[in-house]
């Protein structure tokens, strides 16, 4: 329990701002979204401007997990609370043909976006799940990477969520995420708020 929520109180109101934030995340957070916040994040410019506009629309990464180490050929890459797909889209470019970008979301809006988004953009070797973090659909021991962007501050239960993840990675697999940390305590208003958890 978190105050008087519950884990499924917050992944509800979660589920129901990113179902929003599907068709487009223009104005919903307090940070640079889409193509703008890509640049902001020091994606590459080519790679932003390569990627089919819809791909950018509901981006809405927090900082740029590929940057914190190098992904190889033929890998195999997880993104955990994927969006709309843009860092997956990055990720198949450099695992290549022999490589797989998986990615799964908690939002069935989002997951069927980055469907579409991938598809148009001609990725092959990409392949998205609907599911949460804490139950992860993958076998054990088969990812060398995971990737997140934007999405560990969201889950409730974060050490379930470390399990999985640890669970699902190779020995010797690597973790790369961006995320929001506080750096001090928030007033009991703002903990016990959805609409805060969901932000
Ligand atoms: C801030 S957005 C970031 C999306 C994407 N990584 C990006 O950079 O654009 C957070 C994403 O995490 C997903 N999410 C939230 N909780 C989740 C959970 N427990 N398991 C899987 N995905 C989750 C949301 O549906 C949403 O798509």
Aim: net charge negative.
């Amino acid at each position: 329990m978190t105050g008087e929520m519950d884990g499924q109180q917050i992944q509800d109101a979660v589920r129901e701002k990113y179902a929003r934030v599907a068709e487009s995340a223009e104005g919903l957070f307090q940070y640079a979204t889409g193509r703008e916040g890509a640049r902001a994040l020091g994606y590459e410019e080519q790679t932003i401007a390569k990627a089919p506009p819809e791909l950018m629309t509901s981006f809405c990464g927090v900082g740029n997990p590929l940057s914190l180490g190098h992904l190889r050929k033929g890998e195999v890459v997880l993104d955990v609370g994927c969006g709309a797909g843009f860092d997956l889209y990055v990720a198949s470019r450099i695992l290549g043909e022999h490589g797989l970008a998986l990615g799964v979301d908690l939002t069935p809006e989002m997951v069927s976006v980055a469907k579409q988004n991938l598809e148009r953009a001609g990725v092959r070797n990409a392949e998205v799940r609907q599911a949460t973090c804490e139950a992860l659909p993958h076998e054990s021991a088969t990812v060398d990477v995971v990737i997140s962007n934007g999405v560990f501050n969201l889950f409730p239960n974060k050490p379930r969520s470390f399990a999985e993840v640890f669970r699902v990675l190779k020995p010797g697999g690597r973790l790369q995420f961006a995320d929001i940390v506080l750096d001090e305590d928030l007033p009991r208003e703002i903990v016990g708020s959805l609409e805060a958890w969901s932000n």
